[in-house]
T-cell receptor
Framework: AQRVTQPEKLLSVFKGAPVELKCNYS??????LFWYVQYSRQRLQLLLR??SRESIKGFTADLNKGETSFHLKKPFAQEEDSAMYYC???????????FGTGTRLQVFP | SQTIHQWPATLVQPVGSPLSLECTVE??????LYWYRQAAGRGLQLLFY??????ISSEVPQNLSASRPQDRQFILSSKKLLLSDSGFYLC????????????FGPGTRLTVL
């Protein structure tokens, strides 16, 4: 069965420190993976998707099929990055997403 | 541009009472529609999924049901609420057969007492 695991419920860093939010998935085929973010008092929204190979707000995520991971990284965290982050896997042959349990990122000044 | 609305924003209901949460989408046609429950420590759990009018897929057994009476309207219902139905309910839409960015509504906070 497909599954997404985010092992950290809370990650706290100081401004300017590197950030890595971990995401591991279980799926035997070619996965489509996403990171969604929810800032305080805002709607859940897409941050980035692996097929785009893009950097959004300084964040990147590389798909590692060997380790079945899709960790989200940023070299220098900013206070405005504080939010809830969800990793998601698209179920094959459907338009449905499987979400992880989320990681709350706190960036202290 | 496309927008998604949910109401009410908050709701407090007694155990055993009925429930109706509404979600509407504007600016697009024939969207996929989704109902999620968001719970602390449990992430987003997909409850229902719809690809068209009257077409509802239930993802988990539960006390809730969903209906799609119109193309851009998605309703979450219950005949008798349980305490365990308390939570934050999110509606979302996506373009069919795309790379599946889902667009989320503002959510409804339901408290069952």
């Amino acid at each position: 069965a497909q599954r997404v695991t985010q092992p950290e419920k809370l990650l706290s860093v100081f401004k300017g420190a590197p950030v890595e939010l971990k995401c591991n998935y279980s799926y035997s085929g070619s996965p489509e993976l996403f990171w969604y973010v929810q800032y305080s008092r805002q709607r859940l929204q897409l941050l980035l998707r692996h097929i785009s190979r893009e950097s959004i707000k300084g964040f990147t995520a590389d798909l590692n099929k060997g380790e079945t991971s899709f960790h989200l990284k940023k070299p220098f965290a900013q206070e405005e990055d504080s939010a809830m982050y969800y990793c998601a896997l698209k179920r094959p042959a459907t338009d449905k997403l499987i979400f992880g349990t989320g990681t709350r990122l706190q960036v202290f000044p | 541009s496309q927008t998604i609305h949910q109401w009410p924003a908050t709701l407090v209901q007694p155990v055993g009472s009925p429930l109706s949460l509404e979600c509407t989408v504007e600016g697009t046609s024939n969207p996929n529609l989704y109902w999620y429950r968001q719970a602390a420590g449990r992430g987003l759990q997909l409850l229902f999924y719809s690809v068209g009018i009257g077409q509802i897929s239930s993802e988990v057994p539960q006390n809730l049901s969903a209906s799609r009476p119109q193309d851009r309207q998605f309703i979450l219902s219950s005949k008798k609420l349980l305490l365990s139905d308390s939570g934050f309910y999110l509606c979302a839409w996506s373009v069919q057969r795309s790379h599946n960015e889902q667009f989320f509504g503002p959510g409804t906070r339901l408290t069952v007492l």
